[in-house]
């Protein structure tokens, strides 16, 4: 008599989490994405909500913004992208989605201490999800939002530093801000 055969276990869904403002979404952000897309199976890119920061952007235009960007990585990638406002802790968003992965990006060492405080205060939140950090690529190191912001309101060319249609909202964006401030 033949036993029946075992099928294997479905390998679980590896999740992983990138949070941030993305105010606005760079080609640094865009990096780290594409690189965390190749290390999961579905990769939730949280939008958080963080209107202390005064953005640019209002989060329904982040995370569109972020999405339009993020749909060709998508698809080269083999993955799947989320792209979802968040607020609250981010461990408990982790959890939400059932992430086992927290995917944070670092540019200078600059950004190490925080980020570094920022894990060991997750890990003791929620021990079951670890933080993985990748490096920005060299040519994406010293890119940040903030910069963004900075050099396009005074009148700097920020094109070699976020994607074309976010060019051209910053852009909007911008030229709106200093005219409703004359």
Known sequence: MRRPVKEPPMPELRVGIYPGTF???TN???DVIARAARLVDRL???VAINAGKGPLFPLDERVELVKA???KIAAQAGSEIQVVPFTGLLVEFARQYGARMIIRGLRAV???DYEFQMAGMN???APDVETVFLMASETNQ????RFVKEVATLGGDVSSFVPPLTLDRTLVRVRSR?????
């Open 23 to 25: 105010d606005p979404v």
């Open 28 to 30: 640094g952000h865009l």
């Open 44 to 46: 939730v890119v949280g």
């Open 69 to 71: 960007e993020t749909d």
């Open 110 to 112: 600059s950004d190490f």
């Open 123 to 125: 890990h003791r939140l």
């Open 142 to 145: 010293f890119i940040s939002s």
């Open 178 to 182: 200093k005219e409703a401030a004359e």
